[in-house]
Each structure stands twice: as structure tokens, then as C-alpha cells.
């Protein structure tokens, strides 16, 4: 007898280490009609119908800490990270001691959103990570430095610029300037970064790196008159070929034959 109450003390605290760890994702044994019902619908490979079932539940039992649980993260696995929010709301107004726990969601969906290359929600959970907690800022512009930084062209100046959108001084927007002006030297489609460099660190810095070629201007092809603006005196150059600054003049006097 003594023994049968031992094991059943051990059952009892291991279903309550479950319980604290693993929180109110599934349904378990006491978990409400409402949310047995949407896990249901779950293991039938149907999360659209879960939240239709939750959402009718709530309307009625909107006491229910463990379908607002669920249903935020069924929002969660689909990336409405609004609705998500929303129902993380009720909980936490039920659960007033989980805010941790809701914030990690929030960091693991992030981390998910930069790495697999989306954008738009990286940076929506970002200011949400951030309303949550500010010093998580620090954590957001390091995730999308280090992405652009493993980037190449368009993905890494995407990122780049997401990075200087959360950047916390003036070094860390720098180093960004600085990527934008290797990117530039690398490859002319992105010489329009040039000036974004010069943006942030200054003339005087970006000329020192690409300084202005007074004595010889490379033209990138045999130019024509289809070339010439309507002006008649414009001609377009190859931006990073040409290594002009913004502001900078080019003046041609004489053109000679080859």
C-alpha cells in the first residue's frame, strides 16, 4: 500500500513537470472541452478548423487560459503574428506571470522569419520583440547585420538596410555604410549605395575609398548620340565605373575621336 502511494506521488509530480514545461500546447487530461475538441481537429491535419472551433469556444468560455494558449500558437504556426498577439493578450491577462514565455515565441518565430528570408514579418516582430522588452533591440540589429553579412547583392543589402533601421549608435550604423560601400565597389548595379555610405559616414570617408577620377574618366562603352539627353548635353556614365561622387561635376570640353 505504502509503495502504490509512492508511485502515484511520482505520477503526480511528473504530470505537473509536463504540465510546467511543456505549458498548455495539446490537450491533455484536464484540459477543457474546447480545446480537446480544436486538438482534434489538429491531429486530423486541419489547424484552419482548430481556430474556428477555439474562437467559438472563446465566445463563450472566455475564461479558458488554455484555448487562448492554443489558438495563439495555431495564429503562430500560420505567421499571423497579430492574431497571435491579440490572443497572447487574453492569456496574459489570465496568466499575468507568463510574459517570458510569450516572449520567447516571439524571439524563435524572429529567428525563423530572418533566416528563412522574410522580411516584412522579421521586421513587424522586431518591433514587437522590442515594445516587449528594449533592450531586445541590440539582439534585432545584430540577427539582421549577421544575415546580411552572409548575404550576397540584393538579400544582403535588404537586410543591411533592416539592420539600420534598429541600429543603437552611430559605430553600428558606420559599419553598415561601410558594407554598402564594399557592395558597391564589388558590383556596379549597386552604386546607388554610394550615396547611403556617403549618408552615413561622410564625404570626406567615402572619398578616401573612391576618390573622385579628375585626370582619366572611364567610359564603360563606345557611347552615341542615342546616349545624349534631350538636353543635348548630358551624357549617362557608368555610376561606379566613373567613381564620381554625389555633387561632384563633370565637365567635358572636347570629346576626341579614338
Not at 543589402?157 to 559599419?175: C, M, P
Request: glycine share 8%; hydrophobic share 40%.
Amino acid at each position: 500500500m505504502q509503495n502504490s502511494k509512492k508511485i502515484t506521488t511520482r505520477i503526480a509530480i511528473f504530470l505537473f513537470s509536463m504540465l510546467l514545461f511543456v505549458g498548455p500546447v495539446y490537450a491533455g487530461l484536464m484540459s477543457s472541452a474546447g480545446v480537446k475538441k480544436a486538438q482534434e481537429f489538429v491531429d486530423a491535419g486541419r489547424k484552419d478548423g482548430a481556430i474556428n472551433a477555439l474562437n467559438d469556444w472563446l465566445n463563450k468560455n472566455p475564461k479558458d487560459d488554455d484555448a487562448y494558449w492554443m489558438l495563439a500558437n495555431l495564429y503562430m504556426q500560420k505567421g499571423e503574428y497579430d492574431r497571435a498577439e491579440e490572443q497572447f493578450g487574453y492569456f496574459l491577462n489570465l496568466r499575468s506571470g507568463k510574459q517570458g514565455v510569450v516572449t520567447d515565441k516571439f524571439k524563435e518565430a524572429f529567428r525563423h522569419e530572418v533566416a528563412s528570408g522574410s522580411l516584412y514579418k522579421a521586421k513587424s516582430l522586431a518591433q514587437k520583440l522590442i515594445g516587449f522588452q528594449s533592450t531586445y533591440r541590440q539582439q534585432v540589429y545584430a540577427s539582421f547585420y549577421a544575415k546580411g553579412k552572409s548575404s550576397f547583392g540584393q538579400i544582403a543589402v535588404d537586410n543591411f538596410d533592416a539592420a539600420l533601421l534598429f541600429a543603437n549608435n552611430q559605430g553600428e550604423r558606420e559599419k553598415i555604410g561601410k558594407n554598402f560601400l564594399k557592395i558597391a565597389l564589388e558590383d556596379s548595379h549597386f552604386g546607388y549605395l554610394v550615396e547611403k555610405a556617403v549618408n552615413i559616414l561622410g564625404k570626406d570617408f567615402v572619398n578616401q575609398v573612391m576618390p573622385s577620377q579628375n585626370d582619366e574618366i572611364i567610359f564603360s562603352h563606345t557611347y552615341t548620340d542615342a546616349d545624349i539627353g534631350p538636353d543635348g548635353k548630358v551624357i549617362v556614365l557608368d555610376y561606379a565605373k566613373t567613381l564620381l561622387m554625389p555633387g561632384d561635376v563633370l565637365n567635358i570640353n572636347t570629346i576626341m575621336p579614338r
